[in-house]
């Protein structure tokens, strides 16, 4: 069984950085893709795009393309997404959600992390 | 990369059946029997009920079933239940960009 646990809620000014985790355990972990999805207050899921963890390849989805960064770490299971720069309109719900090498839906869900963004 | 077409809800009495529509393009929905469907329940993670199209991971009911023609994907939800009242949103593989795309999310209403 996979399990996901994100890092805590961030509150940010604009302007400033951030970089938050997701942790997968599991067997073989390495063998699976992470992705990144974000909820904004009231609205729907968005991808944002996903990491390989065996390689790290990684495929950004075109409105996150440039405003964020996707990495990880093999040697602890851990993904990251991390902002240079936050703006307001950055502020909302983001999941991690991880499967399988091979497999395309996503069965296993990180809790999420709450990241605010106000000055 | 614009997000599939869903209605923005339906709802049905209990019992009753309800029908989800998800409409993509060439290059996602229409291209590949990658779609799923997930269910989100207010300040819940979201859950996935169908993949590949109509597969049902293990533990959902058969009242939830997929299916697909051309560019549709279709969630039905039969034999509604207080608990089906929720978001659900469809996903697909875009292979042009090798990630995903979400549909806009439907709420389901039991009436």
């Known amino acids: 069984e996979v399990h996901l646990v994100q890092s805590g809620a961030e509150v940010r000014r604009p302007g400033e950085s951030l970089k938050i985790s997701c942790e997968g355990s599991?067997?073989?972990?390495?063998?699976?893709?992470i992705g990144w999805v974000r909820q904004m207050p009231g609205i729907g899921l968005e991808w944002m795009g996903i990491i390989y963890l065996a390689d790290s390849t990684t495929k950004y989805s075109s409105s996150s393309q440039g405003q964020v960064i996707i990495s990880a770490d093999k040697s602890i299971t851990t993904a990251y997404l991390q902002w240079s720069s936050l703006k307001a309109s950055d502020t909302g719900m983001y999941y991690c959600?991880?499967?399988?090498?091979?497999?395309?839906?996503?069965?296993?869900w990180g809790q999420g992390t709450l990241v605010t963004v106000s000055s | 990369q614009s997000a599939l077409t869903q209605p923005r809800s339906v709802s049905g009495s209990p019992g009753q059946s309800v029908t989800i529509s998800c409409t993509g393009t060439?290059?996602?929905?229409?291209?590949?029997?990658?779609v799923s469907w997930y269910q989100q329940h207010p300040g819940r993670t979201p859950k996935v009920i169908i993949y590949d199209v109509s597969e049902r991971p293990s533990g959902v009911p058969d009242r939830f079933s997929g299916s697909k023609s051309g560019i549709t994907a279709s969630l039905t939800i039969s034999g509604l239940q207080a608990d089906d009242e929720a978001d659900y949103y469809c996903?697909?593989?875009?292979?042009?960009?090798?990630?995903?795309?979400f549909g806009t999310g439907t709420q389901v209403t039991v009436l």
């Open positions: 060439s290059g996602d929905v229409g291209a590949y029997n990658f």
């Open positions: 599991g067997y073989r972990f390495t063998n699976y893709w």
């Open positions: 959600a991880a499967t399988r090498n091979g497999e395309f839906a996503w069965p296993n």
């Open positions: 996903c697909s593989f875009v292979g042009s960009f090798a990630t995903y795309v």
